[in-house]
């Protein structure tokens, strides 16, 4: 029997969430054994339009030549994963999509913007193409995507952690950040998967894993105030990374004052 | 507390060394990261003395005082339910050969047995209940392995927080039962008594004088001190029928408008007993992992049923958590599963009570069966 094909794709992207293949080690190793690796220009294996089992697409979808790309990995692929935020739920990149000021931007930052051809706002795969499963979080981790991968070789669906973090910081005895120190954490509406990285080393949650299942944004987003935050910054907790997530994107909204872009 | 014996404040460090002696890895409230958490104690410089915790729904500060008191405060996030219920831990594992057969093989915990410092009287109320979950019916071995060898050495409780309310639930702040030693802290050193034959073994190393009739009245006196300073309470010790008349009580969705669903409230809590399970694949596929981790009724997972979720609403979560702990339990263990530490409405992110809750649900003297 021939080795399930892989193949990981980079959109627009930091790379980072690749990298939870590369930082693998020994697991690595185990996966190349495993499966056939047709595309993954950061590892050094180039061929684009291989047809694969699972495509893991990086990245959101943010210029023309992209959203036609996008459409060759779905017909090229049995089942399409996205890894992280960006691919997710857009990534910090949307946060453009707020105010509608790409073209802004464009013309402050590029010397010759003429040359620069961008959407108008960065989208997640979803709002392209037929996504079979996502892995949220910025960036995702090596825990997180193998256990996908090893689901996908079984071939069930993955396991959808939906969970708030706050149930694993408690299994992890992290001290309560919000309840301690009267910082914002966003625990409460962020979706597990990171074992609780930031409440173990004190610091509140940023939501980078977008939101959890059943989430009361608009009770936390009450909790925010009452710790004293104004409202631009309860918008600016909900609307970061995953300002896409409609749960986020709604709430962020709700707080998110006339002329905030130009503060 | 008539066979109370004194130790002196500086002989408590032979305490720690006797149990240490005998095999016990000794763990005691050390202060972590702003709260009071049950860790490795090796020396009793570590404990929190002169610490004290100020407790309010949702908040919870550490204060210094200038008291030498060790044990002059309430309690932290967690009790003694970590060290037997673990979050998370494994219970079996499955290898598969080369020509396909399967070999499972069971995880008992073989840690060395542990002795904790400072359990307080709702931590061992909570204990006997979870004892009766773990171990009556279908006896768990993985808790059975913990707590086992579990040594406990309690206090008496003389500095409640004002979420606490033991006295309403029948659970403290006298530790009555359930320890091999108890201690009174006075400004001078402890009042010892023994709770069991472990408890009287580890008693004869340690340098006992004996007690004065004023100690024993002081002592008494702190604990009695302890229960009047309670305010909250529950509407009654019995609320199951009460509850199970409003399943439709207003309540249930004003409250879900603050609820965050998110478990903090189930984790804290010493009764609690609900855990999930999950079976970790290496990623060769050749073995795996089947790994039991605390849930909660506010998760989704605690409802799915063949992929439907039955409590898909923070309402219908909020009323399990509250129809069971303090009604369904008097079904499954002939009493309430509060046994008043109040940890629910300190740790709840937006300070949710549920003394508060249960009133407005069963009426103020819990007479609400109507
Ligand atoms: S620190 Fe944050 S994630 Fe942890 S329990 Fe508190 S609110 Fe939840
Ligand atoms: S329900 Fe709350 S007060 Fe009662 S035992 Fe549990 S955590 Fe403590
Ligand atoms: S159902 Fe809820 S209240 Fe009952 S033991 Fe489980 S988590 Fe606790
Ligand atoms: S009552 Fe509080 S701690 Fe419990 S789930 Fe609701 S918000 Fe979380």
Redesign the pocket.
């Known amino acids: 029997m021939s080795k399930p094909r892989i193949a990981v794709h980079k959109f627009s992207s930091c790379d980072g969430c690749q990298l939870a293949f590369l930082n693998a080690g020994e697991d690595l190793l185990t996966l190349g054994a495993l499966v056939d690796i047709r595309h993954f220009l950061e590892a050094g294996f180039a061929e684009e339009g291989a047809e694969v089992d699972i495509a893991f697409v990086e990245g959101s979808i943010s210029t023309p030549d992209e959203v036609e790309r996008i459409r060759r990995v779905r017909a090229n692929s049995r089942h399409l994963v996205t890894l992280g935020a960006c691919a997710t739920a857009g990534g910090l990149q949307a946060l453009r999509n707020l105010d509608d000021s790409n073209e802004d931007w464009k013309q402050a930052i590029y010397a010759q913007p003429e040359f620069i051809h961008t959407l108008a706002h960065a989208e997640p795969v979803h709002a392209h193409v037929k996504v079979d499963f996502e892995l949220w979080g910025c960036p995702v981790n090596g825990r997180q995507v193998l256990a996908a991968v090893r689901q996908l070789l079984f071939g069930v669906a993955p396991l959808d952690e939906r969970d708030?973090?706050?149930m694993?910081?408690?299994r992890q005895h992290?001290?309560?950040?919000?309840?301690t120190q009267g910082?914002p954490?966003?625990?409460?509406v962020?979706r597990t998967g990171c074992g609780?990285l930031?409440?173990r080393f004190g610091r509140?949650?940023y939501a980078c894993f977008g939101p959890a299942e059943n989430a009361n944004t608009a009770a936390l987003a009450r909790r925010l105030e009452g710790l004293g935050l104004p409202p631009v910054d309860i918008a600016r907790r909900f609307l970061f990374i995953n300002s896409q997530a409609p749960a986020f994107r709604e709430e962020g909204l709700r707080h998110y004052p006339p002329g905030f872009a130009d503060d | 507390m008539k066979h109370a014996a004194f130790l002196p404040r500086h002989a408590l460090q032979i305490l720690l060394d006797a149990l240490s002696g005998e095999g016990y890895r000794v763990v005691g409230p050390r202060v972590r990261d702003g709260a009071i958490l049950y860790e490795e104690l090796r020396d009793v410089a570590d404990l929190p003395a002169g610490w004290r915790d100020e407790q309010q729904p949702g908040q919870y500060r550490l204060e210094r005082t200038d008291t030498q008191r060790s044990f002059a405060w309430a309690h932290g996030p967690q009790g003694i339910k970590p060290l037997v219920f673990r979050p998370r831990e494994s219970l079996w594992r499955v290898h598969r050969s080369a020509d396909g057969r399967m070999a499972f093989s069971a995880s008992i915990p073989q840690d060395p047995p542990l002795a904790v410092i400072g359990a307080r009287a709702c931590d061992l109320a909570a204990l006997e209940l979870q004892d009766r979950h773990f171990l009556e019916s279908i006896r768990d071995p993985s808790y059975a392995a913990h707590r086992a060898g579990l040594f406990i050495v309690a206090v008496h409780c003389t500095h409640p927080a004002s979420t606490c309310f033991c006295v309403s639930t029948g659970d403290g702040p006298r530790a009555g039962k359930g320890f091999d030693l108890a201690l009174s802290e006075l400004d001078e050193g402890y009042l010892i008594e023994v709770g069991s034959e472990r408890g009287a073994h580890i008693a004869r190393m340690l340098p006992l004088q004996l007690s004065s009739d004023e100690q024993r009245e002081q002592a008494e006196a702190e604990i009695a001190h302890a229960a009047a300073l309670q305010t909250r309470q529950l509407p009654g010790t019995n609320l199951r029928d009460s509850l199970f008349a409003n399943l439709d009580h207003p309540r249930w969705r004003e409250v879900a408008e603050r609820c965050l669903s998110?478990g903090?409230c189930t984790s804290v809590c010493p009764t609690c007993f609900c855990h999930a399970e999950q079976d970790l694949p290496s990623l060769d596929g050749q073995s795996a992992e089947h790994v039991r981790q605390w849930d909660s009724c506010f998760s989704e997972g605690h409802s799915t049923i063949h992929g439907i979720v039955i409590r898909a609403e923070t309402g219908q979560r909020y009323r399990q958590w509250l129809t069971h702990k303090l009604g369904s339990w008097h079904d499954q263990y002939g009493r309430s599963g509060c046994v008043g530490c109040g940890r629910c409405i300190t740790?709840c992110?937006v300070g949710i009570d549920l003394t508060e809750e249960a009133r407005a649900i069963c009426g103020p003297n819990g007479e609400g069966a109507t």
């Open positions: 708030k973090v706050c694993e910081c408690k992290a001290v309560c950040v919000m309840v910082k954490c966003m625990g409460p962020t609780a930031c409440p509140d949650c | 998110c903090n740790w992110p």
